[in-house]
């Protein structure tokens, strides 16, 4: 049997938040299936959906209720047939999919890094005590406090753009940034440098990009299986497997980096106390085939390492 193949009168939605970089995500997303499959770009319709977290920019995400803030709305017209699937990106996404939507799907992962992104400093060893540092990010927060507690972190919310022009407007000396969104958008001219992960070790999932679908949508399984890295697929389950054990909230800071080298997985992870006190960290090597396995097992050591009080905060 033929695979229905969308076409520029009966086109695939594709759902996308409407920031700058989950545009450039989608249009990445569309040009991959359309080159698989030697259709037109008009076979392809993006359909930009406005989210809760899309909408408050003013408060920190785990005020207002977490990753889940800017896929909700997204799943929900999928689920109700207004899109056919979704591009996210995957640092964002909860470890856990509603009832009847399936995340199967990678693009090839960019740079994994964070950059440190100040007009003036090119890294956290030239800012003087009592900087101001801006980030959204509870990981980074924590990290940067661990490592320079003299620092004033400040909350520092919005897009790649909004975030900029903050730094511009003199809000803050420095903020953090992924390299891969920077990357993805060709902004050369950004002053910043990469942060290499022996440093600050990134987020869970950072750099990857995920399309999500519905669990009976038999082609939209078969075109994106056409664009899946595998590889990519391979780092990811260790590093969520991971977080999901470790109850992977935007109230948790966790980061985490599975890299492969063969027919091994090479795993770390870190937890931290949000006020960046404490950290405690722990890496395995494993086959790739068990990377999910050696994420959970990891996370259980570090739950039974981190001691009593360690993850009050939770609660």
Not at 88 to 115: C, F, I
Not at 208 to 215: H, K, N, S, T, V
Not at 256 to 264: C, E, I, K, Q, S
């Amino acid at each position: 049997m033929s695979l229905n193949l969308p076409t520029p009168q009966n086109p695939l939605m594709i759902g996308t938040r409407g920031s700058p970089l989950a545009l450039a995500q989608a249009h990445e997303t569309r040009e991959r299936l359309a080159h698989a499959f030697e259709l037109p770009f008009e076979a392809f319709t993006i359909v930009v959906i406005k989210t809760t977290g899309d909408k408050i920019i003013d408060r920190p995400l785990k005020e207002i209720g977490g990753k889940g803030l800017f896929t909700r709305e997204i799943e929900d017209d999928m689920l109700a047939g207004k899109i056919d699937i979704a591009v996210h990106s995957m640092k964002d996404m909860p470890t856990l999919q509603p009832d009847g939507l399936v995340l199967e799907t990678y693009l090839p992962r960019e740079d994994v890094r964070d950059a440190f992104i100040s007009p003036r400093a090119s890294g956290l060893d030239d800012l003087a005590a009592g900087t101001v540092v801006g980030t959204s990010s509870l990981r980074r927060r924590a990290q940067l406090k661990l490592r320079r507690p003299d620092l004033e972190v400040v909350e520092f919310r919005g897009n790649l753009q909004t975030r900029l022009m903050k730094l511009d407007q003199g809000v803050a000396e420095a903020t953090f940034l992924a390299m891969a969104g920077l990357n993805r958008l060709g902004m050369e001219e950004v002053p910043k440098t990469a942060i290499e992960v022996e440093t600050m070790l990134p987020a869970v999932a950072q750099g990857a990009i995920g399309i999500e679908r519905r669990m009976g949508d038999s082609r939209a399984a078969e075109m994106l299986e056409a664009i899946h890295d595998g590889t990519t697929g391979q780092r990811l389950a260790a590093e969520r497997a991971f977080l999901a054990a470790l109850d992977g909230s935007c109230e948790t800071p966790i980061a985490g980096l599975a890299v492969l080298d063969g027919g091994n997985l090479h795993l770390r992870g870190e937890v931290l106390r949000p006020d960046g006190s404490e950290a405690i960290d722990d890496a395995m090597t494993c086959v790739v085939e068990d990377g999910a396995e050696a994420g959970r097992e990891m996370a259980g050591k570090l739950l039974a390492q981190a001691g009593e009080g360690f993850f009050d905060w939770r609660a």
